[in-house]
């Protein structure tokens, strides 16, 4: 055999280029030779395969037109869900611009001359005989109002921001931790970003201004020279809530804190008093995020030297250093009012005043305590 097959009607020479061997293979007898063979009706019937046809729809390729209508939807979708969020309004809320650093106002009191302050020896109750002795101890006496709903906040919103306000004011007052120095970082995590960083460079820093006092923020004694008695601490608080016109809540809190403590290896206890007014703003970006601005903290401690490094710590004048009545022993207002007068010139009086008013009142750092707490 040669190998190689042989037309139908035998060997058809060829030139002597070579293109003999093709035209042999695929000359038309070749072809007309080939067996071919199209399927009829009932055939692709029975195997399911019928002729190929390019399905169109509306004019359109049925491919594209899927690829078309896909598109249209995710448009609509998209379309739809930024209608909706402009509907609700607060939903979509971008966070509010920063608005300055709370404003911190301190004012130290010091004892009058002649002012003999309570002491209270081992194992008695360092509030007896005071007005503290019948307060709240600790997050109790923070009372909240009740309040309903307001123009563009519901009652439980309303209720929500009175809450964040106290985990607040918890967390700078009432967490003995943050008495012995440490930082009160559950009451930092409430407060927006920048305000943060202000609280940190606070504590950081301490400087004796009205932006970057760690003591204009919380209650912070020096845990080398001041002990705080484990009894809670006694206090007397309020807040009021308002919606102001550009839909902020306004949450005010005036509270009078009460502390029982004493020299570091001393066994008489006195009693400190901070009093303190907040004012924090909340809007619905804070109460989706739980944090909060503080606008200002107003506050006067006693008994307290006029001294610059208050700044880091509280500086308490205790009985054992300013002189102690007996233990349980209290001086009447009328008793603490003379020696007031003393101090200061005869006929003088303390004028009253409103914490949260930066007037004359809080227009000094240092001011005399009249009445012995």
């Known amino acids: ?177 943050v008495w012995g120095g440490m930082r009160p970082w559950s009451a930092a995590l409430r407060l927006e970003t920048d305000q943060h960083a202000q609280l940190t460079a606070s504590y950081d820093h301490p400087v004796d201004d009205d932006v970057h006092s760690a003591t204009g923020w919380a209650t912070r004694f020096d845990p080398a020279q001041i002990a705080v008695a484990d009894t809670k601490v006694r206090v007397s608080a309020a807040a009021t809530v308002a919606e102001t016109d550009d839909e902020e809540l306004i949450v005010t809190v005036d509270g009078v804190f009460v502390y029982a403590v004493k020299a570091v290896g001393g066994d008489t206890w006195s009693r400190f008093v901070v009093h303190r007014a907040w004012e924090f703003q909340v809007d619905r970006h804070g109460l989706r995020t739980g944090t909060m601005r503080v606008r200002r903290i107003v506050t006067i401690a006693a008994p307290q030297a006029c001294t610059a490094d208050t700044a880091a710590f509280f500086r308490p004048v205790t009985a054992t250093t300013a002189g102690a009545a007996a233990p349980g022993a209290v001086q009447t207002a009328t008793e603490a009012t003379t020696a007031a007068a003393t101090a200061t010139g005869a006929g003088a009086t303390v004028e009253p005043y409103d914490p949260l008013v930066l007037g004359t009142a809080t227009a000094t750092t240092c001011g005399v305590l009249a009445v012995a707490v």
């Open 1 to 177: 055999m040669s190998g190689r097959g042989e037309p139908p009607e035998g060997s058809r020479g060829g030139g002597p280029d070579g293109d003999d061997e093709f035209q042999a293979v695929f000359d038309e007898s070749f072809v007309s030779a080939a067996v071919l063979h199209e399927p009829s009706a009932q055939e692709r019937m029975r195997t399911g395969k019928g002729p190929r046809q390019l399905r169109r729809v509306f004019g359109m390729p049925a491919a594209a037109f899927q690829i078309g209508v896909l598109m249209l939807s995710v448009v609509l979708l998209l379309a739809g869900a930024l209608y909706l969020g402009a509907r609700r309004g607060g939903g979509t809320a971008a966070p509010r611009a920063a608005s300055g650093p709370a404003v911190l106002v301190r004012v130290s009191l010091v004892p009058a001359q002649g002012l003999v302050l309570v002491a209270t020896g081992p194992g008695g109750d360092p509030f007896a005989g005071s007005a503290a002795a019948a307060w709240s101890d600790g997050r109790a006496g923070i009372v909240l109002p009740q309040h309903g709903d307001t123009a563009h906040f519901s009652a439980a919103q309303v209720r929500e921001a009175l809450e964040q306000m106290r985990d607040f004011v918890y967390g700078t007052q009432l967490d003995p931790e």
